[in-house]
């Protein structure tokens, strides 16, 4: 009995005294790391874009410092094995990692060979394989999926597969970099679902690197957090929320009006919102987004590109189905819907270079009237509509950030230095000098809009821009588009971000199954969806507020 009363649970990670130090690196990208996570706990890893959390989670499954190379001091161990010692093949079994995307960790072609494929590079025998295979089938809830190719699932299928890889293996760590920022809100769901039942039904050690707290920190044992100076602070999310300087809206808000306890959920919050509603109830939001209080004007309100029929099919599928759109001059619009809804396709289309099978696209340019994209030359096109990508880097393929730049200004026949000083403005000094796959998600992305904007388009269109962006970074793109929609351009956004709509947009357009399902005013459409309210719009229902931005100012502006 007194044994049993002392027995103390047993660290599966464990960090004693870990540093980290990249070769030229001035400073260690970890200094003096004690961390210790227990068995079954989901850990929340925690900072801004460049605080190390790549490198913390790189430590856990020895790519740091056997791939990356640099100095690790001190001693990291796994399940008891030091990675100092055992190189990320002899952790795979202990160790499982999910990458951002899943598709690049993809290496067979259906879902039953890739969640056998870990275990036959591990020697399992075949018998055993099969067995896991079901098991794990039924665990992730994707059997009806077993033979289906996995480039035809949604992200969150696709995400779900990813896990089921790993888990195979039947590891005691599961690491995951990013699991939800490519999907949408429903899809995200489901996914947490799958994670947190392998922490409480299985056991499994999870952490988790997400910049998208509102959707995780609910789901929390320990959050860790990496403040920017290589130190990492480990606590309960509830304490580790009152110190970071990133924060969801549902703790900003709390942060704002001094709720104690600290909320970490919609329910928490609304529990302890009466009084703000009440005070809120008689106080106007605001406009949302960018756009001005005033009416637009006659000007405003003319379509700078209207899609009319626009239809577009992949053999038997249909993925936009007979759309009429129009995007309006000092306006940001952003288009939402689940994974596979259309929304790519259409943006591709409004642009030009994408599939048309049948519809008009045409964008109304003060110097020649109206056209349509698709029958301009790609040079043309693009002093038309500029495109940003899901993947901004497919766009980038020369050696520095500086001949990038030089060669937009040439394609868009713009003064030397044009692309350059739009880069300096978007995001700040960025090296010319460096390589374009060196810089964070968030310089890519700034870097290829740069690029479109050289061409000073009339109208900007972004493919889920803020995959892989932390808050701040999101703050400073929100300037941007604001800045563009201010200066007479239409702004469109596909993203499945609903936190970065209730800031940035004026109008909210939904697609499902290829067609256009909502259009009009950003509360109008997202304040009572239960897929798409952000978190302050929940927790201050029925009032008709979006973000923390708006409360603030009321209240400000109230007592003073």
Known sequence: MGGAAGSEVIAVIRFDDVSVTYPDAEEPTLRD???????????????????????????????????????????????????????????????????QDPLDGFVTDTVEEELAYSMEQLGIPHDVMRKRVEETLDILGIADLRRRSLRSLSGGQQQRVAIGSVLTAQPRVLVLDEPTSALDPTASEEVLATITRLVHDLGVTVVIAEHRLERVIQYADKVAYLPGDGTVQIGSPAEMMRVTSIAPPVVELGRLVGWSPLPL????????????????????????????????????????????????????????????????????????????????????????SGRRSGGTVMVLSSDSGEQDPAKLSPGEARRLVGLVPQTPADLLYLATVGAECSQADRDSS?????????????????????????????????LVLAIQLSASPGVVL??????????????????????????????????????????????????????????????????????FAPQVAKVLYPLEWLNVDQVRSALASEGS
């Open 33 to 99: 790391v004690e961390l210790a996570i227990e068995e079954g706990e989901l850990a929340l890893v925690v900072g801004r874009t460049g605080s190390g959390k790549s490198t913390l989670l790189g430590c856990i499954n020895g790519l740091v410092p056997h791939f990356t190379g640099g100095h690790l001091s001190g001693t990291v161990s796994v399940a008891g094995r030091k990675t100092q010692d055992h190189p990320p093949r002899e952790l795979a079994e202990v160790v499982g990692v999910v990458g």
């Open 265 to 352: 959920s919609v329910r928490d919050a609304r529990r302890l919102a009466g009084p703000l509603r009440d005070q809120l109830a008689t106080l106007d939001p605001g406009p949302t987004g960018s756009a001005p209080a005033s009416t637009p004007s006659a000007a405003a309100e003319v379509p700078v590109i209207s899609a009319r029929g626009v239809t577009v099919t992949y053999g038997d599928v249909v993925a936009v189905r007979n759309v009429d759109l129009d995007l309006r001059s000092g306006e940001i619009t952003a288009l939402m819907g689940r994974n596979g809804s259309g929304k790519s396709s259409l943006m591709w289309v409004m642009q030009g």
């Open 414 to 446: 713009a003064p030397p230095g044009t692309c350059a000083t739009l880069l300096e403005r978007i995001v700040g000094d960025i090296d010319p000098s460096s390589h374009p796959r060196d810089l964070s998600e968030g310089q890519r992305l700034c």
């Open 462 to 531: 972004l493919d889920e821009p803020t995959r892989g962006l932390d808050y701040r970074a999101k703050s400073n793109l929100i300037a941007v588009l604001r800045e563009l929609s201010d200066s007479g351009r239409a702004v469109m956004v596909s993203t499945h971000d609903v936190e970065f709509v209730a800031m940035c947009a004026d109008r909210v357009v939904v697609m499902a199954e290829g067609e256009i399902v909502a259009n009009g005013p950003t509360a109008e459409v997202i304040v009572a969806s239960p897929s």
